[in-house]
C-alpha cells in the first residue's frame, strides 16, 4: 500500500487540540511526549475499561510490548512512534512490515514524526489498511454516538447520523415540461432517503434513469449490425440552429400537507456514494426522470427536456416547484426539511446528467460530482463523421438505449397507455440520429452541454478514466476546458476504464468528497483546497500526484513515422471478417500483435516524456477510392508491468461507509505484467478530415494532408520506452464494418507524430 492523502488539511495546534478533545483525546500539554503517547493510544482502544491488554497485544519492536514500553524508561522515538502507528491503521507488525521506518518511506507515510499534537491529529485522518480513515473506524467502532446531529473533523462530516432509522419517502415533482404533449406538465417520481434531524439538511442527489428499472430485451432488440459499406457523402457544410427549449406552466390548484404520504422500502438505495453520506447528515434522493417507471412523458435522452426534469428536482428543494403526494395532483409538499443546497453524484449516465445540470445554471446545485459523464453524446456514438459504438457495446444506438431506459413500459398499464406514443417517438429518432452518414446535426447539437458551459456556477469534480473506451476521454477533456475560468474545477484522472474510484485503497477519494461538500453544503468554513487535477501515475502501484491542467501543453516531441509509402487493405477474407465480426476481442488481440490489415511502427523514445494532452497525427495519405475511414491506435510496447484497466479486491467487505452501513470490498487497480498497453486511440472519417461541419470529396489516388488528434489523456513514458503506433481501417469493436476492396496508402515520410509534453 502507499498512501496518498489528498483530503486533510493542516490546521493549527490549538484548533487540533480542540478537535481531539471534544473527541474526547484528552492531552495534557505539560505531560512528557512519551505520557502524550499513551493517553492518545489508550484512546484509541476507547471501548476497553481497562487498556492494559490492548496495549499488550502492540509491538514497539520484536522484543517489547507497548506496555512495557509505556512502564520503561525507554524515550519515544520516530521508529517506535512509526512502529504503532501502522499497527492502529490496522497493519500487522512483523507480517505487513518489520521496520517502522523503512515501511513509513516504502508507503509515501504523509506524517513526519515531531510535533506530536500534529501528528495525532493527522493520523486520525490518515487511512487505514481496511480503506477508512482512522477516525472514521473509531467512529464506526462507538467513540461518539449516533445522535443525529452533526460533529466533524478536519473539515469532514462523521457518520454521526443513525440509517436504521431514517425517513423514506417519495413524492411526484411537478416538471417545466410537456414530453408526451397531454396539456399537463410530466411529474416524475423522487424517492428520498435522509436522516432524522431537527432542522434542514443538504441532499445528495442521483440522477439516473436506471434507476427505477431498465428494459433489456427491447434495447436488445434495437441493436443494429455493425456490418455495413461507409457511406459515401455528398461534399457540403452543415449549418446548425441555437437549441431551444419550450418550457410549460404550472396547471391547477393543490391543497398544501405536511408530510409526503407515499414510503418506499429499503431496497432503493442504489448509489455507494450517497450511502456513504447518509450517515453524515446529507439527504439521499433518486429520480430516474421522464419516461421512467412510475413517472410520466417520454424518454428524450440526452436533451435538455429531460435535463430540465431533472433540473426541477432541485427546484422543489429550494420552493421553486411543486410536488405532489400522487398521481393525482391534489396535494403538494414542500420540501421544509431541505437547506436548498444540492451536490449531485454517479457515473455514466448519472454523471452525464451532472454534467447537463452543471450547464443550467440552476440556483442551488453546489457542487457535481460527474464520473465518466458525458459531454457531447455526438461524440458517445459517432466520431470525426464516422457511426460508431461504445466501446464493449458494438451495436448499440440512442433508440436502443431509449429502449433501453423507457421503463414505463415495464408497468403493464403504462405499456397500454403509452407504448403506441413510445414507438412513434422511437421512429422519429431513428430518422433523426442518422445512421446512414455519421454527420453531426441538429439533433446531436440539442445534446451537446458543451455549447452551454459558460453558464456553470456550481464547483465541479470530474472523475475519468484513461482506459474508459466507453465514455471516452474527450468528454471529460472538452468539459474539463469549455468550463468558464472563475469555477474551481478539478479532475481525478486514473487509469482504470469505465470504472468507480470511490472504494481504492490508494487513495482517499470518498474523503475528500465529504471535505468538498462539507464545506460547501454544510457552510463548514475551512481551508480545504482540492487540487485542480490528481493524476494516477502509470509507472508505479499507487501512486497519485496533483497537476495544474489537463492538456494545454507549450513544449511539444514530434517523431517521424518512416522514410518510404505503406499501404492498409481495408478488406478482408470472409473467413477472417466473420471471426472479427463475431468477437471484437480477437481482432484487438490479432491488431496487437500485428496479424491484421495495418502499418505498424515502432518508435523508441530517447527522452523521458510526459503526454497531457492530445497526440496528434500529422498525414500525408490517399485512398484508392472516394471514400475511406482511418483508425489509429498509440500504444507503450514492451513486456513488463502495466496498470490493469478493472479494479481487483485487495479485502472483501472491509470498507465500512458509517456504522457497519454497507460494508463494500476494498479495491485497486492491479500493476500487472503485460506485452503492451494502450495510451491513446481515434477514429476518423476521411471526408471529415478538417472539420466535424465540412464534408469534403475524397478523390481516388489524390493525396490528402490532414491533421488527426487522438483521444487526450495523461501518460508517462520513461527514456529507452518504445512507442507502437498503429494504422487500419475497420475497427471491430467501435466503428462500422466495412469489407470494401480499397486501400490507404500513407506517405510515412512526410508525416509525423506530434506529443504534447508535461514539463
Not at 242 to 263: R, Y
Request: with cysteine.
Amino acid at each position: 500500500m502507499r498512501f496518498n492523502q489528498f483530503s486533510y488539511y493542516p490546521v493549527t495546534n490549538q484548533q487540533a487540540l480542540q478537535e481531539l478533545s471534544v473527541l474526547g483525546f484528552k492531552l495534557d500539554l505539560s505531560a512528557s511526549e512519551k505520557e502524550q503517547f499513551k493517553a492518545f493510544v489508550s484512546t484509541c482502544f476507547f471501548n476497553y475499561k481497562n487498556t492494559d491488554y490492548p496495549l499488550t497485544t502492540v509491538a514497539v519492536d520484536k522484543e517489547t510490548d507497548l506496555l512495557t514500553f509505556f512502564n520503561s524508561d525507554r524515550e519515544l522515538t520516530a521508529e517506535i512512534f512509526y512502529t504503532v502507528a501502522f499497527q492502529l491503521l490496522g497493519f500487522s507488525y512483523l507480517l505487513d512490515f518489520e521496520d517502522g521506518l523503512a515501511f513509513h518511506k516504502e508507503t509515501a507515510f504523509p506524517i513526519v514524526f515531531g510535533d506530536l499534537i500534529d501528528n495525532f491529529y493527522q493520523l486520525l485522518n490518515t487511512r487505514t489498511k481496511k480503506g477508512n480513515t482512522l477516525i472514521d473506524q473509531l467512529v464506526s467502532d462507538g467513540l461518539i454516538p449516533e445522535d443525529n446531529n452533526y460533529h466533524y473533523f478536519n473539515g469532514k462530516s462523521l457518520a454521526t447520523f443513525n440509517t436504521n432509522n431514517v425517513i423514506r419517502e417519495v413524492v411526484y415533482v411537478e416538471t417545466r415540461v410537456d414530453s408526451d404533449k397531454d396539456g399537463l406538465p410530466d411529474l416524475i417520481k423522487l424517492n428520498i432517503i435522509r436522516p432524522a434531524y431537527n432542522g434542514k439538511i443538504p441532499a445528495v442527489m442521483t440522477a439516473s434513469p436506471y434507476h427505477q428499472g431498465t428494459n433489456d430485451k427491447a434495447s436488445d432488440k434495437a441493436l443494429y449490425k455493425m456490418e455495413a459499406e461507409l457511406e459515401v457523402k455528398e461534399p457540403h457544410e452543415i449549418t446548425l440552429e441555437n437549441p431551444t427549449l419550450d418550457l410549460v406552466e404550472p396547471v391547477g390548484d393543490a391543497g398544501l400537507v405536511s408530510e409526503a404520504e407515499e414510503k418506499h422500502g429499503v431496497g432503493v438505495s442504489c448509489s455507494v456514494p450517497c450511502d456513504y453520506f447518509l450517515p453524515r447528515g446529507f439527504a439521499n434522493i433518486y429520480v430516474s426522470g421522464l419516461g421512467t417507471k412510475d413517472s410520466q412523458g417520454l424518454m428524450t435522452n440526452g436533451d435538455y427536456r429531460q435535463v430540465e426534469a431533472y433540473k426541477n428536482v432541485i427546484d422543489w428543494l429550494n420552493g421553486r416547484c411543486r410536488a405532489f403526494t400522487d398521481h393525482s395532483r391534489k396535494r403538494q409538499v414542500k420540501a421544509d426539511w431541505s437547506n436548498g443546497k444540492v451536490a449531485t453524484t454517479g457515473l455514466s449516465y448519472l454523471g452525464t446528467m451532472s454534467n447537463g445540470l452543471a450547464t443550467t445554471g440552476v440556483e442551488g446545485l453546489e457542487v457535481i460530482i460527474a464520473e465518466a459523464g458525458i459531454s457531447s453524446w455526438y461524440n458517445y456514438y459517432r466520431e470525426n463523421g464516422l457511426v460508431t459504438s461504445p466501446g464493449g457495446y458494438p451495436g448499440e444506438d440512442f433508440d436502443s438505449l431509449d429502449e433501453l431506459t423507457y421503463s414505463r413500459n415495464l408497468l403493464a398499464g403504462d405499456y397500454i397507455r403509452g407504448n403506441e406514443a413510445h414507438k412513434a417517438s422511437i421512429e422519429e429518432l431513428k430518422i433523426n440520429l442518422d445512421r446512414k452518414t455519421g454527420d453531426y446535426n441538429q439533433f446531436w447539437h440539442d445534446r451537446n452541454y458543451l455549447l452551454n458551459a459558460k453558464k456553470v456556477k456550481a464547483e465541479v469534480v470530474f472523475t475519468h478514466g484513461s482506459q474508459d473506451w466507453n465514455v471516452k476521454p474527450l468528454h471529460v477533456y472538452q468539459m474539463f476546458n469549455a468550463l468558464p475560468s472563475h469555477i474551481n474545477k478539478h479532475l481525478f484522472y486514473h487509469n482504470g476504464a469505465h470504472v468507480y474510484m470511490n472504494n481504492w485503497q490508494s487513495i482517499d477519494f470518498r474523503e475528500s468528497m465529504n471535505a468538498l461538500l462539507t464545506q460547501k453544503l454544510l457552510g463548514q468554513n475551512t481551508d480545504y483546497q482540492l487540487p485542480k487535477v490528481v493524476w494516477q501515475d502509470n509507472t508505479a502501484p499507487q501512486t497519485w500526484m496533483s497537476l495544474e491542467d489537463f492538456g494545454n501543453q507549450v513544449e511539444h516531441k514530434t517523431f517521424s513515422l518512416g522514410t518510404e509509402e505503406a499501404v492498409i487493405e481495408n478488406h478482408y477474407q470472409d473467413s477472417d471478417f466473420e471471426k472479427f465480426g463475431k468477437t471484437y476481442q480477437t481482432f484487438n488481440n490479432e491488431l496487437y500483435q500485428g496479424k491484421v490489415n495495418q502499418i505498424t511502427i515502432d518508435l523508441p523514445v530517447t527522452e523521458d516524456l510526459h503526454i497531457n494532452g492530445r497526440v496528434k497525427l500529422n498525414l500525408r495519405l490517399k485512398s484508392s477510392a472516394n471514400k475511406g475511414l482511418l483508425s489509429a491506435q498509440l500504444l507503450e510496447l514492451g513486456q513488463k508491468k502495466y496498470l490493469q484497466p478493472y479494479p481487483g479486491v485487495v479485502s472483501v467487505r472491509t470498507i465500512d461507509n458509517g456504522r457497519y452501513h454497507m460494508l463494500e470490498n476494498l479495491c485497486e487497480l492491479p500493476f500487472s505484467p503485460n506485452a503492451q498497453r494502450v495510451i491513446t486511440k481515434g477514429y476518423l472519417n476521411l471526408q471529415n478530415r478538417h472539420d466535424l461541419l465540412k464534408i469534403e470529396e475524397v478523390k481516388p489516388d489524390e493525396w490528402m494532408e490532414f491533421q488527426f488528434e487522438l483521444q487526450p489523456t495523461i501518460y508517462k513514458l520513461k527514456e529507452g520506452d518504445t512507442l507502437r503506433l498503429v494504422l487500419y481501417t475497420t475497427d471491430f469493436e467501435i466503428t462500422v464494418r466495412d469489407n470494401t476492396d480499397y486501400q490507404l496508402t500513407v506517405d510515412l515520410a512526410k508525416s509525423s507524430l506530434e506529443i504534447p509534453d508535461q514539463k
